[in-house]
């Protein structure tokens, strides 16, 4: 079925935490599931969806460096959990019946196809959902980047940006009630009030390929497909 749609190809960026629920690490697959058919329904209005998982549930490379390791091997371990994620998620949605191809930025052509623009593109064209694992590939970046990043190779017109609350907050409404909500932004504006939404080169890449930033809850069920049909509650961030 094809509705009529906001966005008819999005890039939808999910974080590993995401994935964790209430247990605070790993992957909680009740979890998996329920976002997972979030994104079942927003495939059935027809949208064209291809998704970055973070790892932040497993480990980010920050972590070693912190404690006088290499961040390059901890960021190494870090994208190694995307990868994980990635194929968590894909279990879910083909459980939903959504077809779903994981391609990593890391070869590893035991467990998944690696990432080229053609090849994920011909996925997309032939229907199916494609999960990007390895983020960029390249240490010192995050998934965020690899969001901005994948969103412009794909032709992406939106990119979804799934967090714990409903849009961009001036500061983290979770600990500061006098935290504003914003409807809309500008990527120049974001970047301006250093608003800790995405990371600064995410936004940057966006901004340079006008790609728009939906900010949602990926807590509120059904939100994701809402919004894709012109409801729901976000901040987007545009020129
Ligand atoms: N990472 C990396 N390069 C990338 C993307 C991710 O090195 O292009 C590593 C980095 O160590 C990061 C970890 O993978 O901390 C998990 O990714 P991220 O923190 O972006 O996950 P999220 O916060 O979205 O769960």
Redesign the pocket.
Known sequence: MTTEVRYRRVLLKV???ALMGSQGFGIDVAVADRIAADIAEARSLGVEISIVI????I????AVASKGGDRVT??HM??L??VINALALRTSLIKMGVETIVLSAIAMPEICESFSQRTALAHQAAGRVVIFAG????????????GALRAAEMGATALFKATQVDGIYSADPKRDPDAVRYDRLTHDAVLQKGLAVMDVAAVALARENHIPIVVFSIHEKGEFAKILSGGGRATIVTD
């Open positions: 974080s590993g935490e973070g790892g932040g549930n480990f980010r490379g920050v901890g960021d870090g994208m959990g995307t983020g960029t590939g390249n240490p010192f970046f995050t998934t965020d980047s690899a």
